[in-house]
């Protein structure tokens, strides 16, 4: 098994400064990768800043000698987006890498949940990886060099109650992710997205305390480091991990059925009728792009 190492290489990493972004940005800087270790400061309903998160990780990355320097701009902004590409650049010369990590929450049922509770958590989440890799696609784009990992959710792939706001913006990240992954190819631009679990001050109220000891963010780290390295050759796919467990888990389009022949008119009774197997998955997989959708309607389009 060849070493992964990533000497040459820069990563920014969005809230680096606790939990999973810290994990993944020690283990970047102990391979040998200069790393930008951005992170606000706030708190975890996303209140408040402080320089000291991503300053205490710096400190750490320095004591064992690798290279860090800190970004204390939100992510939620196009400023500050630009604000941490500019980091990397003007003290490393590049991006090579980007994981977009940065989160918080503000749950509440979906009837009780305020507009801003809404505007909060997505602008963080969706807004917030939008104003990031906008900037950091534009130099991988030159450098004809990048891998970039989303971090999705499981409650936005399978849904967890209270969560609608978090849901919707983690779900918002696989579609910009299957974009990035369609645009980026002919750059050699692979993007993935992982959906974890693991203890931080994110789940310390939602998981049993006995599970919160096993799910340590260093079991999550290593399949970042893999979609984060030269190695890996995949892109637009969604990771499942957690404990030491990982998973392919996806978006799937069945065969379904064909109705008709592209003429005649169908009724809804039809649809009752055929109903287990539309909403059946057998053969269901994964597809590459909306246009290998039409592929199945194409012998009633003729
Ligand atoms: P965490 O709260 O320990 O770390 C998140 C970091 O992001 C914090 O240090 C925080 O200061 C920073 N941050 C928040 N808003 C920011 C902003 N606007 N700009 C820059 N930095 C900001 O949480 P954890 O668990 O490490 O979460 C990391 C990511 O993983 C998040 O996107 C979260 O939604 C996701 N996730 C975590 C799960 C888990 O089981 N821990 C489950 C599913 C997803």
Known sequence: MSDIRFDGRVAIVTGAGAGLGRSYALEF????????????????????????????????????????VANYDSVATVAGGEGIVKTAVDAFGKVDILINNAGILRDKSFTKMSEDEWDLVTSVHLRGAYCVTKPAFNVMRENQYGRIVCTTSGAGLYGNFGQ??????????????NVLNIEGA??????????????SRLTEDVLPPDLFNK?????????????????N?????????GAGWYSRTAVVCSKGITIGDGKR???PEEIM?????????????PLGSVAESFEYMMPLLQ
């Not at 790393?35 to 402080?50: E, I, K, M, T």
């Not at 002919?186 to 203890?199: D, G, S």
């Not at 050759?233 to 991990?241: E, P, R, V």
């Not at 539309?278 to 053969?283: A, P, R, T, V």
């Open 215 to 231: 799910l340590k963010p260093d079991y999550v780290m290593p399949i970042v480091l893999f979609l984060a390295s030269e190695a």
């Open 186 to 199: 002919k750059y050699n631009i692979k993007t993935n997205t992982i959906a974890p679990v693991a203890a």
């Open 265 to 267: 008119p169908i009724k």
């Open 233 to 241: 050759q995949d892109s637009g796919m969604i990771f499942n991990c």
């Open 29 to 68: 800087a102990k391979r040998g990768a200069k790393v930008v270790v951005n992170d606000l400061g706030g708190s975890r309903d996303g209140s408040g800043a402080s320089h000291s998160a991503a300053d205490v990780v710096v400190k750490e990355i320095k004591d064992f000698g690798g290279e860090a």
């Open 273 to 285: 009728e055929k109903w287990n197997i539309i909403k059946g998955l057998n053969d269901a997989k």
């Open 164 to 177: 609608a706001n978090y849901s919707a913006a983690k779900m918002g990240l696989v579609g910009l992710m």
